[in-house]
């Protein structure tokens, strides 16, 4: 690990953005339960997929009494109310699909939903920060971890989630040396860049390794046919083309993406350190996704931007060693976005192929787990981005800053040794010890 910057003035640190030592942007020992006034809201979250199965929800959503925010006082409180609120808003909007969606959320949650969301600096709608970020404890002393809420997809749901909250825990030592590269930036100390850049690689490489783990523990029908509509929201969504109408709030709709990978936090910091510039329609989507994080990770990212140029500094030194490791973080970094691409062909692109079969067949039936899947999601991401088109040209956009090496330079470093994510390899064994 690169050695502390201590000879800058003003050193560039993680602590004003809530970023923790252990688990990054997931926060951490999430609480499980709400002060005792909230039961309301936990007795219905903790049963959202049985109530939607039942076709009940709706019915106990409504019946649901108008509590004050007031006595909400930790942030911790706040997310797991946001959470909370969060999968109640999805269950009650798709219950029934997308040929029966509702115009209007009820006061009774609409309200809260909306104040909860203002102190955090969140929309009112389930996002990255929420599923992933905030929705898990551990199951037994050992570790084993386990969702707070769910939603319909059983095992699949289970293993999407734990996935990607494994994808963001290998990144962990990747966001710990952010600073150490912008103080060895700020300071020329190459070296210091070198190591930093080198932690930042392996980390890469193991958040691709996680990825793969979603084709272990995610049924790609499931997850088309089940799991994506209630990751949807209601902008740039034929099934709502209206948006949705906050009770009590305003009496226009308001539109809001639905859940996305693009809400990580983790990308768009690897992205404005590298320097990656994106092409202007996914740039736009892409900024825009910044406004469902948590205001202080949002934050970071646009502090990283503000740094001197990586990638000048870089070509600056002409360092062969330096070059070397800036070179090798794009190559990890395009590689895991060339995965992604490959995991969305598999749980998105393969399937909506064979719903548009069964369709042109005229078999509407529920006997494949695909034909459930609601049209309106075919050629998007449920961000609501062409999916497939915008994850290629981002992945294109990363290769272009490449650093040209020679090809003995790039086989030393992409060979060389490679430590073990020991944080990320022990939650890795605690998650698959478990029947996902």
Known sequence: MATT?????????????????EFGFILPAPLT????????????????????????????????????????????????????????????????????????????????????S???????????ADAVLANWKKRDPHGNLELLVTLPGGDSVRGFFMVTLLVELAAVPAIKSIPLVINGVQCGDAETVTRALEEISQAMEGMTDALKLMHAYVKPEVFYGIIRIYLSGWKDNSSMPAGLVYEGIQAEPMEYSGGSAAQ??????????????????????????????????????????LQPSLRGFVQQEASELLTEAFQLCVTKLTALRSYH???????????????????????????ETVSR?????????????????????????TRDISMPLDNRAMQKSTNGARPQNTQYTTHQKHLQSNTL
């Open 373 to 397: 899947a609601p049209t309106a999601l075919e050629e998007t991401g449920t961000g609501g981005s062409g999916i497939m088109s915008f994850l290629k040209t981002v992945r294109d956009r």
């Open 5 to 21: 910057i201590t000879d800058s003035h003003n050193p560039f640190s993680l602590d004003p953005y809530h970023v923790s030592e």
């Open 264 to 305: 990580s936090s983790l990308l768009h910091c690897f992205d404005e350190l590298l320097g990656v510039k994106h092409e202007e329609n996914c740039g736009a989507f892409l900024t825009r996704m910044r406004n469902y994080m948590p205001s202080s990770h949002k934050r970071l990212i646009q502090d990283i931007s």
């Open 118 to 128: 203002q102190h955090l600096g969140l929309p009112p709608i389930l996002t990255h």
């Open 33 to 116: 339960e709400l002060p005792p006034y909230y039961q309301p809201w936990m007795d219905i979250a903790q049963h959202v997929t049985e109530l939607i199965y039942s076709h009940t929800l709706r019915s106990h959503i409504l019946k649901m009494p108008l509590l004050n925010t007031q006595f909400l006082e930790s942030h911790r409180e706040l997310r797991l109310a946001h959470l909370a609120l969060s999968v109640m808003t999805m269950g009650y909007v798709w219950q029934e699909g997308e040929n029966d969606t509702v115009k209007m959320l009820p006061c009774n949650l609409a309200i809260p939903y909306w104040k909860v």
């Open 341 to 367: 691409i490959n995991v969305v062909s598999r749980f998105i692109t393969v399937p909506a192929a064979r719903a548009r079969q069964l369709r042109s067949q005229g078999n509407s039936s529920q006997e």
